[in-house]
């Protein structure tokens, strides 16, 4: 029964969590100061009161992490790095089922489309390229420089 109980409130924190993670999933840069402080209020409230594998943290000190996790939170840059720091807050209590997962939606705006490039007479051509640069490049343009650097002088430092 005790093993029950245990899972249920493992579940319940991992479900608001979720919600949490839902609430705040606007766009890559929307959850404000306020807001990343409160969900990690929330977060921290419910571990001190509800968390049922305590014995797995063994010197930790709840109140203190959290008091250590307010700036790093607060002081995040987009919300990339706001979901890892909570991510890093909650492999604290060693526990697989309390993490923090970041949603898709983000990695679809993170991700970048795949540039396929040719060489031909000494030259690199774009062949393909996803919608995201269309505006930026076409197919069949020739590459000049990348990050203002001649493109062969690039390739031969990077050695890409």
């Not at 840059?77 to 890093?88: G, H, T």
Request: with cysteine.
């Amino acid at each position: 029964m005790k093993y029950f109980k245990s899972k249920k409130i493992i579940l319940v924190i991992l479900l608001f969590v979720n919600i949490m993670i839902i609430i705040a999933q606007k766009s890559l840069n929307s959850v404000s100061k306020e807001q990343k402080l409160f969900e990690l209020s929330t977060v921290w409230k419910e571990i001190s009161y509800n968390f049922a594998n305590m014995d797995n943290c063994q010197g930790l000190n709840i109140d203190s992490l959290y008091k250590a996790y307010i700036p790093i939170v607060q002081n995040t840059s987009n919300n990339f790095e706001y979901y890892k720091s909570l991510q890093q807050f909650l492999a604290h209590f060693n526990n697989g089922h309390t993490r923090c997962d970041i949603p898709d939606f983000l990695w679809k705006q993170l991700s970048y489309p795949l540039l396929i490039t040719s060489y031909n007479d000494k030259k690199i051509f774009i062949e393909n390229i996803g919608s995201h640069y269309t505006t930026k490049v076409s197919v069949g343009d020739e590459i000049l420089e990348i990050e203002n650097m001649n493109v062969w002088d690039y390739i031969e430092k990077n050695g890409t």
